[in-house]
């Protein structure tokens, strides 16, 4: 079965027709957006909650998104099991929304940050990594609030039940702090939930898919969630 | 009526790194002793009822679920009766 993707629009979402197009248009599957406003998430399979700067950023990055008459529907849809990706803003929302834990600071450097990075693939038995066939892959960053921090208890939590999927690191995937974009504690890049059906990341894989542009790793996170319903 | 000003901290733990770019200035322009430079947020806004418990309550509750995120910051308030 070819899932139904749901693409979340928010005002400021500026990563929505990417992750539109790629999943659509590139990998053939099926894609509809959703206005935040709205209530019904059309029977879609799979939601991704996109990049971008809803609200403008103001207050803390997906702190007014999170209130959008869609994340009710979003939570209860992920209660019952339904799969979640946030990407970039994406992830900053359902850390807002309390569906995984953690907050994003600003970045170290006080700067945006936009470039390929390499990411370590920590877990790869995830409906949302197991399809990837290498340990690290090639994938676009570009955000000024990447900085990812939770206290001492959730991070050895996050550690002990292997809920980091992705860590910064090298093109051989070493994880060391030279490899941090951001101030993320642990190189952290990527999480998921306990119950695994609701993932975070920072790095884009909807801007990795089309071979036209010469790097096509982030694919193979959605495929990876596409064949989870065959 | 109220008027309420919220202030939010950022927790002593985390790192703030604009406070800390901000004091390399203060170093340039010869400060030397100023240290512990934190930035944080000051909000201001009416709370539209004459029951006190009632505006403390919203002041909270709002300062709680979307103003301050408490997994990295603190608030402080304060509520002053203006008519």
Same mark, same amino acid.
């Given at each position: 079965m070819k899932p139904k993707f749901g693409v979340i629009v928010f005002p400021g979402s500026n990563c929505d027709y990417d992750a539109y197009y790629s999943v659509k #248009?590139? =990998?053939?599957y099926e894609a509809q957006f959703i206005w935040h406003k709205e209530t019904d998430l059309k029977n879609s399979d799979v939601i991704i909650l996109p990049g971008g700067f809803s609200y403008g950023d103001y207050l803390r990055t997906g702190a007014i998104a999170r209130?959008? %008459?869609i994340l009710d529907s979003i939570v209860s849809f992920a209660e019952n099991g339904g799969i979640v990706i946030g990407i970039c803003n994406g992830f900053q929302i359902l850390l807002e929304a309390g569906l995984l834990p953690g907050v994003m600071l600003q970045n170290q450097s006080l700067k945006f940050v936009c470039k390929d990075i390499y990411l370590k693939v920590e877990n790869s038995e995830t409906l949302f990594s197991r399809s990837i066939p290498k340990s690290v892959i090639k994938i676009p960053i570009k955000h000024g609030e990447g900085n990812y921090f939770a206290d001492e208890s959730t991070l050895s939590d996050l550690e002990m039940n292997s809920q980091i999927i992705f860590k910064y690191s090298s093109g051989s995937g070493e994880t060391s702090e030279v490899y941090n974009p951001n101030g993320s504690l642990n190189n952290i890049a990527g999480i998921i939930n306990k119950r695994k059906n609701v993932m975070g990341m920072m790095p884009h894989p909807e801007n990795a898919c089309d071979p036209i542009l010469k790097k096509t790793d982030g694919a193979f996170i959605f495929r990876s969630i596409a064949e989870s319903f065959n | 009526m109220f008027k309420a000003t919220v202030i939010i901290k950022r927790r %002593? #733990?985390? =790192?703030d790194p604009q406070g800390k770019a901000v004091e390399q200035g203060a170093k340039l322009l010869g400060f030397n002793n100023v240290r512990g430079t934190r930035i944080g947020k000051y909000i201001e806004f009416f709370v539209d009822t004459n029951d006190k418990s009632l505006a403390e309550k919203e002041v909270k509750e709002y300062s709680e679920k979307l103003l301050s995120n408490p997994i990295m910051e603190d608030y402080e308030f304060i509520l002053e009766k203006i008519k």
């Open positions: #248009k590139v =990998l053939g209130f959008s %008459p | %002593p #733990k985390i =790192l």
